[in-house]
Nanobody
Framework: QVQLAESGGGLVEPGGSLSLSCAAS????????MGWYRQAPGKERELVVI???????NYADSVKGRFTIRRDNAKNTVYLQMNSLRPEDTAVYYC???????????WGQGTQVTVSS
């Protein structure tokens, strides 16, 4: 089993910044893909960004140039720096971990990000 511990999030004004982190622990026997998804009220969960163990990154177009993901493989932790936040970034952000070798996916409990004046 894999556990994902998220931290960060909160309330920020438009144009502000927030950071999130997600630490994975447990039975991680292969090189996981990690990242973040988000779900706004009334909408489906969508990709924000994912990063492979080798450092390949895929950002959603809506966050390119504003969000930056960083990964510490030794700690199985990913960090998301979110700058120039917009009201439409408001959502619950979920940490995501995928083990390609086993075809398994795990989710964090979610953390609220609210962008409002």
């Amino acid at each position: 089993q894999v556990q994902l511990a998220e931290s960060g999030g909160g309330l920020v004004e438009p144009g502000g910044s927030l950071s999130l982190s997600c630490a994975a622990s447990g039975s991680i026997f292969s090189s996981p893909v990690m990242g973040w998804y988000r779900q706004a009220p009334g909408k489906e969960r969508e990709l924000v960004v994912i990063i492979s163990s080798g450092g390949s990154i895929n950002y959603a177009d809506s966050v390119k140039g504003r969000f930056t993901i960083r990964r510490d493989n030794a700690k199985n932790t990913v960090y998301l720096q979110m700058n120039s936040l917009r009201p439409e970034d408001t959502a619950v952000y979920y940490c995501h971990l995928h083990l390609p070798m086993y075809g398994k996916t795990y989710w964090g409990q979610g953390t609220q990000v609210t962008v409002s004046s």
